[in-house]
């Protein structure tokens, strides 16, 4: 019989290895020979140099060069453009070291490689470079500004990008209200920082002329082409393999940080074995960050609490490059309206350039902020019409019969925003009841007497999931009965080998034991992109069901020349194809497989093997959506929040396996607690960074992530044979505006009103004070 | 994050490893616990020329209770003393501020002789210590020496060892019945260093307030003594000690707080750890 395996809670395959001490992360390579890199980083925020003087580095016994931007020649032309933006005014990408100007702390300047990281370190000391500093932007709000220091000094003004988009008309939509609500929301810049740095390891075979790296890249693949291209070699010279990789969230993603290149680079000139782990303090300064924006919101809106129109002006901060292009922005701007039936949006951002780290996606990419600025201004307007934050939220809806509903916004991979496959007045139903959240508010006016602050918060979202481009996945049954699945996007604890598994187990019926799966590696599967925006599940599971299905085909046709019986009357089970009612009369894949490569009589103009390849591309992506709710307690005496219930409502189409669902949607709203009460990175006015350990970064830990229940809504996608919709980021979306509204709704006695994420315990003592210092925004 | 060069020292006894302290002078650090300076040698801001590592010296571990006093030695592991029975029966504040320090895995490591000696400013031990009127027991090439806790902390990472001597124990004397105690931290996470850590400690014959997180180290408020020996020990003689406690602190702004913020929690944590310290008075 076919086994049903699509969703079900099938064990991951990965864990046993991960959680045993048995995973291969980069730091686990280990060649014979291997020498190990350091990389020299700038200490200014803008500075230009002449001279690297490392003559005292190179005298240091156990170390064996110290590469420069001299030293690479043509390798250090600027890196690509990821994505463009209509709206681009200079784009500017870095280069693998800096030559002779710096802009932003921690940019790469020279890479030392010794005998070991501890030497290399020693030779860092030792090297002098000739900085004049130079004024640096630093603050996005004053870097917009005419007459800012330059971060690049070919421009005439910080601002990279200028980009609006309109639709439904939006001079009518103020002209009609009755109230509008004008304010200016903020959410803060923070950083991804998974479990595992960054690292890269390259090893050059002379013999071979082959360039082999491990690299805990998103996007092996498209690694390759950009490090084959910089360094001058073929691709089909260069092999990148993404190993066990330690998380992602967006910040491994980028076409290519310095060490992806220099490393290799330095392999090749050395003939020896290379390797540079990123340790914490780097991955502070020199990896990408994420977040700041700073929104001017106007919502339009009857007194009976209908919205009628809104208007976005935002900075964001791009960081001292945008090689990313501004995705976040143009994110952030499309997910605005969120579920809402608003009929007149017009959105306008700017996208500066700042000498700090660059910034590129982090999961939610640029989502989490609109979100925050949608949900806050929800909030607010509620509020200011003494409307329910529910109610509000429920008259304004797209409704199931609306739908398909198109939002007129359109998200990356110019994906257009359209409505459907989603219930959203029952999601809202089901998280007001799991909440109880009419308790809540019944029981507020009695604890406010007691000097008991409890709060309730809701926030929707609608999550862009499944976005171009496409990827691809090969399925060859081997003649020894085995299922071969390899495709190029690679995991970072996703699980995708065990959903891989699950979608052509069960298409071919095979035991899921039988199937092999392989990722991330360019020398097995050299197609698609990458890991990221919530798409492997869309965009690679369907290509694994088309491939599947296409090798399902191919047995039974081969079956049917074995088996005389028409193909039609033939099923798959159990690992053979056999004549319908009549089980006896089978043949099993292995031996289809086997007759599939007839050695001696292949005839020309055919394909040997079992097999197949499908490519798989969706040009309306796949919106997932959902509510996040819960209740905080606030104690009014510090300022400290305790979350007492923690509730996600979440609809993410089909569910291939319930159990990565569920992790993936606790990690991200972990993420999106950490955004909204925790974590935030700072700069002092000359650029140098304030937090670089974990002391400062405060990642919330078990001991603060409350349990949080979740509620699946598994509406199938019609945009997809799978119909799935994507759930990476979903977590960590709603989270920020969700925390700022319960603890607002908790304060509503002083009148607090939450504009700026991440809170923190002086800021919400200063809601309650009624105090301007203690400000998040500081 | 990798520490510059560094010789190694392992010393078997005491005696030793003044010898080597000695022999070094101020370009030897000795190594306990390892929890606070091997992250410093890391960052490359500590460089000592030696590491003088204690934890072979057996004599140091031991917990003991002897006269009445509870007799620590210096290299006894915080979650030792965390679990030690004869601890929590006389002196259960202790557990109860050991409980904030970091994380289980860091307190196996952690001693409470180099907490004290490496002395945070914003440390829960010493902050103890100096509430149960601790001696320090600190061993030099000329000899042995006691060191009362109130002149042992002597500022930001600062204390009364001279660069030759070694702590080897903590002397806490007995707390007399009826003694009432309570202990409060506000920090962002489970295990972060205090925003603001207050210990409490109300005998028959006097009480003790100390506040850590506020400045350079552990404060005894002395004015918020003086208010509970006078008004007593009652609800409302917190709330006035607290506001004492609040009115001598001096926070400075700092990335994680505004100094207003500081100094609301100093009083609201005085607050409840006087409170809490009355409620255990009364059993």
């Known amino acids: 019989m076919t086994t049903r395996l699509i969703g079900e809670p099938v064990e991951r395959r990965e864990d046993a290895r991960l959680l045993t001490g048995r995973a291969r992360f980069i730091d686990d390579i280990r060649l014979p020979g291997m020498l190990h890199a350091a990389v020299l980083r700038s200490p200014h925020a803008k500075a230009r140099f002449t001279r690297i003087d490392a003559a005292a580095a190179l005298a240091l016994p156990g170390v064996h060069t110290v590469i420069t931007h001299e030293d690479l020649g043509t390798a250090n032309t600027p890196m690509p453009l990821l994505n463009e933006d209509p709206g681009?005014?200079?784009?500017?990408?870095?280069?693998?070291?800096?030559?002779?100007?710096?802009?932003?702390?921690?940019?790469?300047?020279?890479?030392?490689?010794?005998?070991?990281?501890?030497?290399?370190e020693d030779a860092l000391d030792l090297i002098e470079?000739?900085?004049?500093?130079?004024?640096?932007?630093?603050?996005?709000?004053?870097?917009?500004?005419?007459?800012?220091?330059?971060?690049?000094?070919?421009?005439d003004s910080n601002v990279a990008c200028r980009t609006a988009d309109s639709n439904g008309d939006i001079e009518g939509a103020f002209a009609a209200a009755d109230f509008v609500l004008r304010e200016e929301l903020r959410p803060e810049r923070g950083a991804a920082q998974p479990m595992e740095t960054r690292g890269v390891v390259a090893r050059y075979d002379e013999s071979l002329d082959q360039l082999t790296i491990w690299d805990t890249t998103q996007a092996p693949v498209s690694a390759r082409g950009v490090i084959a291209d910089k360094l001058g070699l073929p691709e089909a010279a260069v092999t990148v393999i993404a190993p066990d990789v330690g998380g992602g969230f967006g910040v491994k993603i980028f076409l290519v940080y310095p060490e992806e290149l220099l490393v290799p680079f330095a392999a090749r000139m050395l003939g020896r074995p290379v390797k540079w782990?990123?340790?914490?303090?780097?991955?502070?300064?020199?990896?990408?960050?994420?977040?700041?924006?700073?929104?001017?919101?106007?919502?339009?809106?009857?007194?009976?609490?209908?919205?009628?129109?809104?208007?976005?002006?935002?900075?964001?901060?791009?960081?001292?490059y945008c090689p990313y292009g501004p995705i976040n922005a143009q994110c952030a701007q499309a997910i605005l309206p969120g579920p809402y039936k608003i009929p007149a949006v017009h959105t306008e951002y700017e996208a500066v350039y700042t000498n700090t780290p660059v910034v590129s996606p982090y999961r939610g990419a640029g989502q989490p902020h609109g979100n925050f600025v949608m949900e806050a201004a929800m909030n607010h307007v509620a509020r200011a019409l003494g409307l329910d934050a529910a109610e509000i939220r429920r008259r304004n809806l797209v409704r199931p019969e609306d739908c398909p509903w198109d939002s007129g916004r359109i998200f990356q991979g110019n994906t257009p925003l359209i409505h459907r496959d989603s219930d959203y007045p029952a999601q809202l139903a089901k998280t007001l009841e799991a909440l109880d959240y009419a308790g809540v508010k019944r029981s507020q006016p009695a604890e406010r007497e007691q000097g008991i602050f409890r709060g309730a918060g809701i926030a929707f979202f609608v999550e862009g999931t499944g976005i171009s481009p496409y990827e691809g996945v090969e399925v060859r049954v081997e003649p020894t009965g085995h299922v071969h699945v390899t495709t190029g996007y690679p995991s970072q604890g996703q699980g995708h080998h065990t959903t891989l598994a699950q979608i052509v187990a069960e298409t071919l019926a095979v035991p899921p034991e039988q199937v092999v799966v392989e990722s991330g590696r360019s020398d097995r599967f050299a197609w698609g992109v990458g890991t990221f925006a919530s798409r492997a599940a869309v965009v690679g599971g369907n290509a694994a069901l088309g491939a599947a299905e296409a090798v399902r085909a191919r047995a039974l046709e081969l079956a049917s020349d074995e088996l005389e019986v028409a193909p039609e009357d033939l099923v798959l089970a159990d690992g053979a194809v056999h004549v319908k009612g009549a089980p006896q009369m089978a043949v099993?894949?292995?031996?289809?497989?086997?007759?599939?490569?007839?050695?001696?009589?292949?005839?020309?103009?055919?394909?040997?093997?079992?097999?197949?390849?499908?490519?798989?591309?969706?040009?309306?992506?796949?919106?997932?959506?959902?509510?996040h709710g819960l209740i905080v307690m606030v104690d009014a005496a510090t300022g400290m929040v305790e979350i007492e219930k923690y509730v996600v409502v979440h609809d993410c189409g089909v569910m291939i396996n319930p159990t990565i669902v569920d992790g993936q949607i606790l990690g991200g709203t972990a993420q999106g607690i950490g955004g909204a009460f925790y974590e935030k990175?700072?700069?002092?006015?000359?650029?140098?960074?304030?937090?670089?350990?974990?002391?400062?970064?405060?990642?919330?830990?078990?001991?603060?992530?409350?349990?949080?229940?979740?509620?699946?809504?598994?509406?199938?996608?019609?945009?997809?044979?799978?119909?799935?919709?994507?759930?990476?980021?979903?977590?960590?979306?709603?989270?920020?505006?969700?925390?700022?509204?319960?603890?607002?709704?908790?304060?509503?006695?002083?009148?607090?009103?939450?504009?700026?994420?991440p809170l923190d315990p002086p800021a919400i003592l200063a809601l309650i004070e009624g105090r301007c210092e203690g400000r998040a925004a500081s | 994050m990798k520490p510059p060069p560094f010789a190694y020292e392992c010393p078997r006894d005491v005696a030793e490893a003044v010898a080597l302290l000695a022999a070094h002078g101020g370009d030897a650090r000795p190594l306990a616990g390892g929890q606070s300076l091997v992250p410093l040698l890391n960052f490359r801001l500590a460089r000592p020329a030696v590491l003088v590592d204690l934890n072979r010296i057996e004599a140091l571990a031991r917990i003991r209770v002897g006269d009445g006093a509870l007799r620590i030695g210096a290299m006894a592991r915080q979650a030792a003393v965390e679990a030690d029975a004869d601890v929590?029966?006389?002196?259960?504040?202790?557990?109860?501020?050991?409980?904030?320090?970091?994380?289980?895995?860091?307190?196996?490591?952690?001693?409470?002789?180099?907490?004290?000696?490496?002395?945070?400013?914003?440390?829960?031990?010493?902050?103890?210590?100096?509430?149960?009127?601790?001696?320090?027991?600190?061993?030099?090439?000329?000899?042995?020496?006691?060191?009362?806790?109130r002149e042992f902390f002597a500022g930001t990472m600062e204390t009364a060892l001279r660069p030759d001597e070694l702590l080897t124990e903590i002397r806490v004397p007995a707390l007399p019945e009826g003694t009432g105690w309570g202990f409060q931290e506000a920090a962002r996470r489970q295990g972060d260093f205090a925003l603001v850590a207050v210990a409490v400690v109300l005998k028959p014959d006097g009480a003790r307030v100390v506040v850590t997180g506020t400045g350079d180290g552990p404060a005894h408020m002395e004015a918020a003594e003086a208010v509970v020996a006078?008004?007593?020990?009652?609800?409302?003689?917190?709330?006035?000690?607290?506001?004492?406690?609040a009115a001598a602190s001096e926070p400075a702004d700092d990335p994680h707080a505004p100094a207003w913020y500081r100094q609301k929690l100093v009083t609201a944590l005085t607050r409840r750890a006087c409170r809490e310290a009355v409620i255990r008075m009364g059993r």
């Not at chain 1, 700041?292 to 976005?312: F, K, N, Q, W, Y």
């Not at chain 1, 020309?604 to 969706?618: H, I, K, M, N, V």
Request: with cysteine; glycine share 10%; net charge negative.
């Open chain 1, 588 to 627: 099993p894949l292995a031996a289809l497989a086997y007759a599939a490569d007839p050695i001696n009589t292949l005839e020309s103009g055919t394909e040997p093997g079992l097999r197949a390849a499908d490519y798989y591309r969706s040009p309306d992506g796949a919106f997932a959506s959902g509510v």
């Open chain 1, 681 to 757: 990175l700072r700069f002092d006015e000359a650029g140098q960074p304030l937090v670089t350990t974990f002391m400062d970064y405060l990642i919330p830990t078990a001991m603060e992530i409350p349990p949080i229940e979740i509620h699946h809504m598994e509406s199938r996608s019609s945009l997809n044979p799978l119909g799935v919709k994507g759930v990476g980021e979903g977590g960590a979306i709603p989270a920020l505006a969700a925390f700022a509204g319960a603890v607002e709704d908790a304060l509503e006695p002083f009148g607090a009103t939450v504009r700026a994420v």
């Open chain 2, 88 to 149: 929590a029966r006389g002196w259960p504040i202790l557990p109860a501020a050991i409980g904030h320090i970091a994380h289980p895995q860091i307190r196996n490591r952690g001693t409470v002789g180099g907490s004290l000696a490496h002395n945070d400013p914003a440390a829960e031990l010493p902050a103890v210590m100096l509430a149960l009127d601790a001696e320090m027991i600190a061993q030099g090439p000329q000899g042995q020496r006691t060191i009362a806790a």
């Open chain 2, 230 to 245: 006078e008004r007593g020990t009652d609800a409302d003689a917190c709330e006035a000690a607290g506001d004492a406690a």
């Open chain 1, 277 to 320: 782990i990123e340790d914490r303090r780097e991955h502070f300064i020199g990896s990408n960050h994420e977040r700041l924006m700073v929104h001017r919101i106007e919502v339009a809106a009857t007194t009976d609490g209908c919205i009628l129109g809104i208007r976005d002006h935002f900075l964001y901060d791009s960081g001292a």
């Open chain 1, 129 to 155: 470079v000739d900085y004049a500093p130079e004024a640096a932007a630093v603050d996005l709000v004053a870097a917009a500004k005419p007459g800012a220091p330059l971060v690049h000094d070919d421009t």
């Open chain 1, 88 to 120: 681009f005014i200079h784009p500017r990408t870095h280069q693998a070291l800096a030559p002779g100007q710096v802009r932003f702390v921690g940019e790469a300047v020279a890479l030392v490689v010794a005998d070991s990281r501890y030497l290399a």
